[in-house]
């Protein structure tokens, strides 16, 4: 019997779309355990709302959700969520991290598909933070490709918050790294989004919603490939050490591996996956 794998989603929802689709995973699969939600990045309370009132509707109201400050803001996705009684924790999300990871020391998997500040910030409170994880599964940065083959911007999570990112990437931790190199083709096109839909299942609904007022093109699931990696093998892994540079790319460079770094991905295989993980 496969294990249940416990897990903390950070998360910056609200923006982007990918992000409500990994969590509707990380609420709805069986393979893992979701612990707690934290949100990072701008407006973190408003976020909090947005994944409090996803996880009632996926009938997780277990699940605590742990925002980094009182920062609110507006977007589309945000706005559906502003009628959400969603009360702050009087713990800040750097703080549940490292109270998390004492109380279950090796046992936890952190889940960061935004900005890293919540990790760095947890890294500022306790050094050794990082080494009482599990693991770290990030969505950011690229080896070989970055948004296009004609581009070679680096990564919005990463370049966000370069000094975070640093502390993550030297923190010792047991590192896995998901970029653009792995995310770039999980297009989640019209046919994939009425194979969702007619499932009639109200997260469902809920994320189509979301993707309607969403002001982007085609969803590309950049967050949710991230955390399928925690216990699948849709991405191609291998052992490197990536050095985080001042500009927020990130550089394969000689040295001692300091992550796992996924350098593609059977998107197809994932896709139909991810379909058919959320719709049962």
Known sequence: MNQVIPIVL???IGDDIDDAYALVLAARWPRVQLGAVTTAYGPTLSRARLA???LDICGRPDVPVYSA???EGETPQLAWAADCSYSRPAEGAA???VRMANERPGQLTLVPIGPLTNLGRALDLDPDFGRKLRRIVL???WVYRSYSPETTDPEWNIRCDVP???KVFSCGADLVMVGLDACMETRFTDDWQEKLRASGRPWADALLELTRRWPGQVPILYD?????TVAERFCELQQMRIEVQDDGHTRKVEGEPNCVAAVGADAQAFLDWYVKTVSE
Not at 224 to 228: E, K, S, V
């Open 10 to 12: 950070d998360t910056d």
């Open 52 to 54: 409090r009132k996803l």
């Open 69 to 71: 400050d009182d920062c």
């Open 95 to 97: 703080e549940a991290l």
């Open 139 to 141: 969505m950011g940065g």
């Open 164 to 166: 975070a990112a640093k």
């Open 224 to 228: 949710a490939i991230t955390l399928a």
